[in-house]
């Protein structure tokens, strides 16, 4: 144990002092390069300014850094909500560290934070590229309230179009389009995959494309951008070397079954994180009841 509290004792101070820097380096990039000058109004100015910005300054100082700072006291005892607390210092820090369910949750936690990037931050933005290149105005209008409305419809009723949506039984939304694909007959569905691996294909080569021809996009875009293409890629091949599908498989029928969608843990995080990125449609999503749950992880 004590190891532990040595181990963990080097984390904290490392996070601390990446902390410190961060802030010095927040503070210094908004930190005017000359002094301002306080003569005559502007210093008026200057508490008018700080009267105006007092409530709000106060309310999240009561609201968010106080609760904080009280939940970080609570991290170094072993609290208790009737009896006496106890102060155990880094123990906590120490068990989480060396416990294998920790670090399994935080992969999760940044797989989720990458969904929410990659699928639920990128295409709304190549949406809206999309959208302002619509021809006529009466067309815009129309597609920018198709896309919105689902932000001012009711979340409970989003709760049960999601529930509909991804329910694992054969009668849902998404697995009834899915089977119908089964209804296609050789020549349907061979055009269907033929014409699905053309648009992915085509959607990587926009990603690779786009850095190029725009000469003056940042040098961070392009790198994401290629590096989206990149995740394509690896994913189509993959799934290749999985034997999840050959190149057998583009001609001929469909042979679909229906999928568990948020009951499996493989699917869960594509079902939750993107949509819970796009917005207030997915404010609800935490309440609906059916989440995957591994036997032998976490709850996703």
């Known amino acids: 144990m004590s190891k532990q509290r040595r181990t963990a004792t080097i984390v904290l101070v490392g996070m601390l002092g990446l902390f410190l820097l961060g802030g010095i380096t927040i503070w210094r990039s908004f930190a005017p390069s000359a002094p301002i000058s306080t003569e005559g109004g502007i210093r008026c100015r200057f508490v008018w300014a700080w009267i105006l910005l007092a409530p709000a300054l106060l309310l999240t100082i009561g609201w968010i850094y106080l609760p904080l700072g009280g939940g970080l006291a609570l991290a170094f005892t072993d609290y208790r909500l009737v009896i006496e607390n106890t102060f155990v210092g880094v123990d906590h820090f120490a068990t989480a560290i060396y416990e294998s369910d920790f670090w399994q949750g935080l992969g999760r936690s940044f797989y989720f934070v990458a969904l929410m990037l990659v699928l639920g931050f990128w295409p709304p933005i190549l949406l809206a590229l999309l959208l302002d290149e619509v021809p006529t105005v009466p067309l815009k209008y129309a597609f920018r309230t198709l896309f919105y409305l689902p932000a001012i419809i009711s979340g409970v009723i989003i709760i049960f179009l999601w529930k509909q949506l991804y329910d694992s039984s054969p009668n849902s939304v998404l ?40 000469q003056e996009m940042s040098r961070l875009m392009r790198a994401t951008l290629w590096f989206l293409a990149g995740i394509f890629l690896a994913t189509i091949t993959g799934a290749m070397t999985r034997g999840a599908f050959a190149p057998s498989d583009l001609v001929g029928q469909f042979h679909l079954e229906p999928l568990r969608w948020t009951d499996s843990p493989q699917m869960a995080m594509f079902c939750v994180g993107p949509t819970h990125g796009l917005g207030r449609s997915g404010a609800g999503l935490s309440a609906v009841p059916g989440s995957a749950k591994d036997n032998t992880g976490p709850v996703v």
Do not use: E, H, Y
């Open 175 to 214: 697995n009834r389009l899915l089977l119908s694909l089964n209804s296609l007959g050789p020549v349907s569905a061979s055009s269907v995959k033929l014409v699905t691996i053309a648009l992915f294909g085509s959607l990587i080569g926009l990603l690779l494309w786009l850095p190029i021809q725009m």
